[in-house]
């Protein structure tokens, strides 16, 4: 009988540890998922609707000698959307708002602009983070991004065309160099108009980080429609 209900409750206990496991994931895998994208969704909303209702107010920038500038605030308010990023290589239509910051909650409404990098389109570097997994997996194709790929921004003001110049380099979490003006061990020599991407390496790990590095390839105002590298 002592054996019978010792067996019964350990296989009581496996069952329910199983179930927790099983919720667990659904909940990391698709929960998650589910309400990152209905917030990602909502950040779009509020960008297009501000966009559509009048001229758009953008962060006024320094002025650009061509040396880079580390902004002496952040641009944006904390949490604030205020652009949209376009990655063709990852789909016709992806596309994640960017928040000011990297704070967790902020990485879970979208892509996350590391405060005091550059701002768009100046000299220096603008630095953005997001999930490779978990809340929408934004950056889950990291590791296809090859050199020449096109990463599109809009401000609703301008498009900014950049373009990857290396394939996703790994690094330490620590590396915090990666996201300098000029970043270290990114092969750019001198002062430019840069744009980093950073993420989790592995794909379900945060030992270790993913970096992409790009520069400013072109820029048009939004009124004259989308630019080519959304168009093919």
């Not at 209905?38 to 920038?61: C, F, K, N, Y």
């Not at 768009?120 to 090859?146: C, E, I, M, Q, S």
């Amino acid at each position: 009988m002592t054996v019978r209900l010792i067996v019964r409750t350990f296989s009581e206990l496996c069952l329910t540890i199983g179930t927790l496991i099983v919720l667990f994931v659904v909940y990391v895998l698709y929960w998650t998922g589910v309400r990152a994208d209905s917030a990602m969704d909502g950040e779009l909303g509020r960008l297009q609707d501000r966009w559509s209702t009048g001229p758009v107010a953008t962060a006024s920038p320094a002025p650009d000698d061509g040396k880079p500038h580390e902004p002496a605030a952040p641009a944006y308010r904390d949490g604030e959307p205020f652009a949209v990023m376009y990655i063709p290589r990852f789909g016709r239509d992806w596309a994640k708002p960017v928040l000011e910051g990297t704070a967790t909650g902020t990485l879970q409404k979208g892509l996350g602009h590391y405060a005091r990098t550059a701002r768009l389109g100046v000299t220096g570097n603008f630095a953005v983070a997001g999930h490779r997994r978990t809340y929408g997996d934004p950056f889950k194709d990291f590791p296809r991004l090859r050199p020449g790929d096109a990463v599109v921004i809009s401000d609703g003001t301008t498009w900014f065309t950049y373009r990857i110049d290396k394939r996703p380099y790994r690094t330490l979490p620590g590396d915090i160099g990666v996201i300098d003006p000029v970043p270290g061990t990114s092969g750019y020599d001198g002062p430019g108009r840069y744009l980093t991407l950073t993420t989790c390496e592995p794909e379900w790990g945060h030992s270790h980080r993913l970096i992409a590095w790009a520069h400013l390839d072109a820029t048009a105002p939004v009124v004259a429609g989308r630019p080519a590298a959304l168009r093919s």
